[in-house]
């Protein structure tokens, strides 16, 4: 009969752990983006292989990506926020 507060119980405390390792985990790499942001030099003497993936990529948006004005939010047609995943 207590089955299932047992589960419940247990999805709420793995949910609450795995998010608090992903917060920690989004929080890193936002450091790592605005440290690179100001100064990119010192990424280059700690970690090469990171330095050389992130020069790989251009900073800005060059080409017809920058002119395009941003799409609406609305749904997956024309470009929408879930148009990776359902478009």
């Known amino acids: 009969a207590l089955w299932w507060q047992a589960q419940l119980a247990g999805f709420a405390i793995g949910y609450a752990a795995l998010s608090v390792v992903g917060t920690t985990v989004q929080a890193g790499v936002a450091a790592l983006y605005v440290c690179y942001a100001e100064d990119p030099t010192p990424l280059a ?43």
């Not at 990506?65 to 939010?73: F, G, I, N, V």
């Open 45 to 87: 003497s700690i970690a090469p292989s990171l330095y050389a993936t992130f020069i790989a990529q251009p900073h800005v948006p060059t080409g017809g990506e920058a002119e395009r004005p941003p799409t609406s939010l609305g749904g997956s047609v024309g470009g929408g926020w879930n148009s990776g995943f359902f478009g």
